[in-house]
């Protein structure tokens, strides 16, 4: 399931749980796109609630994204305590030089108050 919210103009929030696979990361794709159709730039928010099981496909689309989209992401908060994702985040961070930032649940606040400031 997407839970998504505003910050502000441009900024964004989702929230994921259930299952992250293809048709879940696409739903998500999809509403991130259509934040670009309003907005030149955009800063997004993220966060893993329990997800239960992701697939392959779903992490190798959300892998390159960032990628494909750099020139419109201002900056990306994603907030999970799984490792593996946040080592995903670098390697997007390192590449890009985006302002990509990990958090984890429990610092949640931070990760809004940092998404939401321009």
């Known amino acids: 399931?997407?839970?998504?919210?505003?910050?502000?103009?441009?900024?964004i929030g989702y929230i994921v749980e259930g299952t992250m696979n293809y048709d879940a990361i696409r739903e998500l794709k999809q509403a991130i796109l259509k934040m670009f159709e309003e907005h030149e730039t955009i800063n997004l928010y993220l966060e893993d609630n329990n997800i239960n099981r992701f697939t392959l496909d779903a992490v190798f689309i959300a892998s390159i994204f960032p990628m494909q989209h750099s020139h419109r992401l201002n900056k990306v908060a994603m907030v999970?305590?799984?490792?593996?994702?946040?080592?995903?985040?670098?390697?997007?961070?390192?590449?890009?030089?985006?302002?990509?930032?990990?958090?984890?649940?429990?610092?949640?606040?931070?990760?809004?108050e940092w998404i939401a400031s321009n």
């Not at 399931?1 to 900024?11: I, K, V, Y």
């Not at 985040?89 to 949640?108: A, H, P, W, Y």
Request: overall charge positive.
């Open 80 to 112: 999970t305590n799984r490792k593996w994702i946040h080592a995903i985040t670098n390697v997007n961070k390192s590449i890009l030089g985006k302002d990509f930032k990990n958090f984890t649940i429990d610092r949640r606040l931070e990760a809004i």
């Open 1 to 11: 399931m997407l839970l998504n919210f505003s910050f502000s103009d441009n900024a």
